[in-house]
């Protein structure tokens, strides 16, 4: 039997979540180990000192952790949606650039000796605004349907959602909050959102897709 690549993932960690997506989407099967971050096993570490997910291992030796590298290479193995069609860099490394920088502000204002996170929310809204315009022509930035671009990108969008979903449903961003709740109601998401316990050295192999 050939060896899977093997995935080291958390649930919630945005990264994780966009790189979950290709790989669900493309079909490639790898075997999904489930890290808390405050106890990162010691494998994961080994391969990649960094200590951040999402970590993938391929059969080959090669290790790549950055969550767009392994988007990459899943749908460079199958791309049947298309979503290498739009993958427009430079709106993506301004989400993981300045947006997710007033995001972290935003939603753990402590952690930087802030009283509280308003100004970098603020800041935040600005870029929001512009992603509103982009899909007040389409409904998805790739065009009719999502693609690369989307997938990379709404992760932040919805961590930043929910930071306060009441404060940011009343938000005159239509468009944005349209495409988000669309791409959030997927049975995609909800796949890539399923549960799993942690990972242990000696569990039996959890497949994902």
């Known amino acids: 039997m050939t060896a899977l690549p093997i995935l080291f993932s958390f649930r ?21 180990r489930e890290v808390v971050l405050r106890d990162k096993p010691p494998e994961m ?54 947006f997710k920088q007033a995001l972290d502000h935003y939603k753990y204002p402590h952690r930087y000796g802030l009283t509280d996170g308003t100004a970098h929310r603020d800041s935040a809204l600005a870029y929001l ?4 315009d982009l899909l ?22 919805r961590q930043f959602a929910a930071t306060n979903e009441l404060w940011f449903a009343a ?8 495409w988000l709740s669309a791409l959030v109601s997927t049975d995609l998401f909800a796949l ?7 990972w242990k050295a000696g569990d039996a192999p959890v497949h994902f897709p």
């Open 12 to 32: 919630r960690c945005p990264y994780a979540m966009r790189a979950r997506m290709a790989l669900a989407v493309s079909g490639v099967q790898v075997e999904l």
């Open 45 to 98: 570490l080994e391969a990649s000192p960094k200590g951040t997910v999402p970590v993938l291992l391929l059969p080959d030796g090669r290790v790549l952790e950055e969550s767009l590298d392994i988007m990459r290479w899943a749908l460079a193995q199958s791309d049947s949606l298309g979503w290498l069609t739009h993958d427009d860099q430079n709106l993506v490394s301004a989400t993981d650039g300045p």
């Open 129 to 132: 605004g512009d992603l509103n």
């Open 136 to 157: 007040s022509a389409t409904l998805y930035l790739g065009g009719a349907r999502p693609a690369f671009t989307d997938i990379a990108i709404f992760p932040f969008v």
């Open 192 to 198: 890539i959102m399923t549960r799993y316990p942690q």
């Open 171 to 178: 938000l005159p961003l239509p468009a944005l909050q349209r």
